[in-house]
């Protein structure tokens, strides 16, 4: 994994989930930030976008941040200083992360100066 660029964790398009039923799902956050990264394709180029399998654990996520922040989507930071004010957090492997939609659609704004999401 890249360590000069953020790197974005999204689950598949379709993925099953036996608990929930036989038919497939998707990841209502994930699609909002895959719409975020079709609304403005620059981004695609600034940040490196991996799909993580829905089933847990998710070994490469793990890998970066720790067992507790496998969930996606998961915003992994460059190693470079985040913004001011950015929604950040930091995991036990001392890597910095933003979670969530929102809240990567905030940081998004602030690093690239894409429009900020509307609460």
Not at 96 to 102: D, E, K, N, R, T
Request: net charge neutral; charged share 25%; aromatic share 8%.
């Amino acid at each position: 994994m890249s360590n000069d660029k953020d790197v974005l964790f999204l689950l598949p398009q379709a993925f099953a989930d036996a608990k929930q039923g036989s038919t497939d799902f998707y990841c209502p956050d994930c699609v909002t930030v895959n719409g975020l990264l079709a609304y403005h394709p620059h981004l695609r180029e600034r940040i490196e976008v991996k799909v993580a399998p829905f089933t847990r654990p998710r070994q490469e996520v793990i890998a970066v941040l720790g067992p507790d922040h496998q969930g996606c989507p998961v915003l992994v930071l460059a190693e470079e200083a985040p913004p001011e004010s950015a929604p950040v957090r930091r995991s036990i492997t001392g890597r910095q992360f933003v979670a969530g939609a929102l809240e990567i659609g905030e940081y998004l704004a602030r690093k690239y100066g894409t429009p900020v999401p509307h609460r």
